[in-house]
């Protein structure tokens, strides 16, 4: 028998209709225009940005910059801090702070005179400030407020913020002294010598001006009295600056006033050396000098590096 294809038949495989087929491709393009229509869909409207917060309200005091705490404005100081005038001053409510840069003349980086009220050892805590600072809380008599100091040596003078506050008010306004800033100069660690290095320079400065004058007319002096005049001149010139000294010598800091006064001491037997034409005498001050001022400068160094 001889079997009879349909046209467009192939083998095992059905026809189907035309109309089938365009109702095929109908429904696909349906569906991918419904998708295409779902993925480009308007979306609502975006709700508007946020306003942006205020900027920190900024208290100076020469060099230095504080951001105030939110709720704290800058004003005039409302308290005073012993030993510290402060003229920059910021307050919230009862709570109060005073910002103000002072040149050291206590090892613990307070005030002298704050230390020697107390009539004890102020304990020091680590705080945030600086390169590092150290953070005293205090008693205010005749109220139950906080007292919180935060020190932060720096190249300008110590940095103190002293906040007085009820409650952990105080707490909040010393966290502040994370914001310090300073506009020129560096900050230093907070360490036993670190009120030395701030003192240094300056009383370097002054003697080494007065050794380079005082030497020069050493070596010139034509006659022992001249000679006697430019040695006592340089005894004076260490004894002052061992007495600069003295108040903020701590830690690797801490021989540097002795160290200086030896030095006035063998410029003192050279100077008497020279009144009385003893040259052996006078040789032998000079090498003793000379030795000093070596060590002197070798634990000028080791302060100078905060070790």
Do not use: K
């Not at 102020?122 to 407020?145: F, H, I, K, M």
């Not at 080494?208 to 006592?232: E, K, S, T, V, Y």
């Amino acid at each position: 028998m001889t079997s009879v294809r349909r046209p467009g038949a192939r083998d095992g495989r059905p026809v189907v209709p035309r109309a089938g087929v365009l109702a095929a491709v109908t429904i696909t393009a349906a569906a991918a225009g419904a998708i295409a229509g779902v993925l480009t869909a308007p979306e609502a409207d975006a709700p508007p940005p946020l306003p942006e917060p205020a900027p920190p309200a900024v208290l100076e005091a020469g060099a230095v910059r504080l951001s105030a705490p939110p709720g704290w404005a800058p004003g005039e100081p409302r308290f005073r801090l012993t030993g510290l005038d402060a003229d920059a001053g910021m307050a919230a409510g009862d709570a109060a702070a005073v910002l103000a840069v002072r040149a050291p003349d206590d090892p613990s980086l307070l005030p002298a005179e704050l230390v020697e009220r107390a009539g004890r050892a102020l304990v020091a805590a680590d705080g945030r400030a600086g390169a590092g600072a150290w953070r005293y809380e205090l008693s205010s008599p005749g109220t139950s407020d906080r007292m919180t100091v935060v020190v932060a040596p720096s190249t300008l003078g110590v940095v103190t913020l002293a906040c007085l506050a009820p409650g952990d008010a105080s707490a909040r306004c010393a966290r502040a002294a994370s914001t310090l800033a300073l506009a020129r100069g560096a900050w230093l660690r907070a360490a036993p010598e670190a009120a030395a290095r701030i003192a240094l320079p300056a009383t370097l400065a002054r003697l080494n001006a007065r050794r380079r004058a005082a030497r020069a007319a050493l070596a010139d002096a034509r006659r022992a009295q001249g000679r006697r005049r430019a040695a006592r001149g340089l005894a004076t010139a260490y004894g002052e600056a061992a007495q600069a000294l003295a108040p903020v010598a701590a830690g690797s800091a801490g021989r540097l006033p002795a160290m200086l006064r030896a030095l006035a001491a063998d410029h003192r037997a050279l100077a008497r050396a020279h009144a009385s034409g003893r040259r052996a005498a006078a040789i032998r001050a000079g090498a003793a000098i000379d030795r000093r001022e070596q060590r002197l400068a070798a634990q000028l160094e080791v302060v100078g590096r905060g070790d």
